[in-house]
């Protein structure tokens, strides 16, 4: 049965839609509407070329060299010459699952109609996209101002013949990349080259992965954190529905239902019914006010990123008869979300940590320090838990906004720029340490909770419990833990917590 693909119309792309896509595959093509609007605005720069009017981009230099007149017959060679001298993109290649997101979101900003290319150039872009071959696209040399041009540059490189791409995991080289797919290369007309390099979708894709990491990682951190309040003994009463909507915030209310959802009738709960323990520590006790703001951190992402992802953020413009140069290549927005987003999973993971720290320093007087079972001979999860203070220490570092660290380019042209591509990669660094320190506590809640056996958590962190030991088994002594964190962490990645998968 073949996925059912996807129409782009340069909008009305939903972000679920475009996760769907992702995990599923699937045919993609422009509407019949959108190369309507899409052959309109060529026109348009056709109008401009033949009558000579100044318009940056299609007659005039790039960045520094826009008071620089082109000739009508040098304005196709400005644009092989924009593209060849903008593959400047160093660094590791981006995964070929971002490459794809980022071809599909630049093919849906074009089939706007608003950039001045013809439908055929994007009809060659989604040729490799559905033929399987993917662009190879360094991770690093973008600013994220004027668009994400370096990176965009290796894109646009390949649909001339001249870049490198894989098929399968193969290498591709020069001709050899549209041959694969079965296509031609393009000639590249006036503006076409402009219109490829300048945009956001880039700094987007990474931010998109960012979110959808987010996402994940949120909805195990309240997984393990339910499992951490069963192996500390702690309260429900936090999760109280009456304290949440006293403070009204709607991410807040959410996730301590979620926390309801998971601490159901438990034995271990009852046998503490009495204790005299007044409160637990904030990191047991804050989880939903935190978590909620994790919460709509992530909600007001998801607006920005989705409205971006079917906006057109290139420069200059097509509207009917007109071109203007304005300021839409300008990542900003998505290196704000980006930031936001990092700070927001950053604390999933601080708040991780120092559960872990509770666990191992025995809050919980049934356990031992450590959760060693003969302390002193044996270290159990001393070290387990300095590594993920290490990482979470790394998290607080690389959660200082890139966004605000602007640097003049271009002569100064271009003087003021958005960093949104290292907001991204930094979310993804931050969202890959997190997943490693939540699976520590999981190990760590876990032995917690074999500590206070024959007493039972509830149903469904039962369930959770199983989970974990079908990847883990109980730790009975002194062991190496990194494989098993790593299965773990790749449990977690591969989306084994989520709450709809243990509710």
Not at 60 to 89: D, K, M, P, W
Not at 186 to 196: I, N
Not at 310 to 320: E, I, R, T, Y
Request: glycine share 10%.
């Amino acid at each position: 049965m073949t996925a059912p693909g996807l129409n782009l119309s340069g909008g009305g792309l939903q972000l679920a839609e475009l996760f769907s896509w992702e995990a599923s595959g699937g045919p993609v093509a422009l509407t019949p509407e959108a190369v309507r609007r899409m052959e309109q605005s060529v026109g348009t720069v056709r109008r401009v070329v033949s009558s000579g009017e100044t318009s940056y981009g299609i007659n005039t230099g790039f960045g520094a060299f826009a008071n620089r007149q082109i000739s009508a017959e040098q304005a196709e060679q400005l644009q092989y010459n924009l593209v060849r001298s903008h593959t400047c993109g160093v660094g590791p290649a981006l995964p070929d699952t971002l490459v794809r997101r980022i071809m599909l979101l630049k093919a849906n900003s074009l089939a706007v109609g608003c950039s001045g290319i013809r439908p055929l150039v994007v009809e060659t872009l989604l040729g490799l996209l559905n033929a399987g071959v993917v662009p190879v696209i360094p991770s690093q040399g973008s600013v994220g101002a004027s668009g994400d041009l370096a990176p965009l540059a290796h894109l646009a490189l390949a649909l001339i013949g001249e870049g490198e791409a894989t098929l399968g995991g193969e290498p591709l080289r020069n001709g050899e990349v549209l041959d694969a797919a079965g296509l031609a290369p393009v000639t590249l007309q006036p503006k076409e080259g402009l219109a490829l390099l300048n945009g956001t979708q880039v700094s987007a894709a990474l931010a998109l992965e960012g979110y959808r990491l987010g996402r994940l990682l949120l909805e195990t951190a309240i997984v393990a954190g339910s499992l951490s309040v069963e192996g500390l003994a702690g309260s429900f009463a936090p999760f109280d529905p009456r304290i949440h909507e006293a403070r009204g915030l709607p991410g807040q209310i959410r996730v301590a239902e979620d926390f309801r959802a998971l601490l159901t009738a438990s034995e271990i709960n009852a046998s503490h019914k009495d204790c005299d323990r007044v409160q637990d520590p904030y990191a047991v006790r804050c989880m939903p006010q935190v978590f909620g703001a994790v919460a709509d951190t992530l909600d007001h992402a998801a607006r920005v990123l989705e409205t971006e992802s079917n906006g057109v953020s290139d420069n200059p413009l097509v509207f009917g008869d007109e071109v203007l140069s304005g300021g839409n290549f300008h990542a900003e927005p998505v290196g704000f979300v980006a930031d936001f987003m990092g700070i927001a999973v950053a604390e999933l993971a601080s708040m991780s940590e120092r559960r872990i720290d509770l666990l191992a320093r025995r809050v919980n007087p049934k356990l031992n320090l450590f959760l060693a079972a003969e302390p002193g001979l044996e270290s159990g999860f001393m070290i387990a838990h300095v590594t993920s203070a290490a990482l979470a220490s790394e998290n607080k570092t690389m959660a200082h906004p890139a966004s605000v660290d602007s640097i003049p380019t271009s002569a100064g042209q271009e003087d003021h720029v958005s960093m949104a591509p290292w907001a991204g990669r930094k979310l993804l660094n931050i969202c890959d340490n997190t997943a490693t320190i939540l699976a520590i506590e999981l190990l760590a809640a876990t032995q917690a909770i074999d500590a206070q056996r024959p007493l039972k958590t509830s149903e469904p962190l039962e369930a959770v419990y199983e989970r974990i030991r079908a990847v883990v088994p109980p730790v009975s002594g002194d062991r190496r833990l990194d494989r098993e964190t790593g299965a773990l962490r790749n449990a977690v990645l591969g989306a084994r917590f989520r709450l709809e998968s243990v509710t």
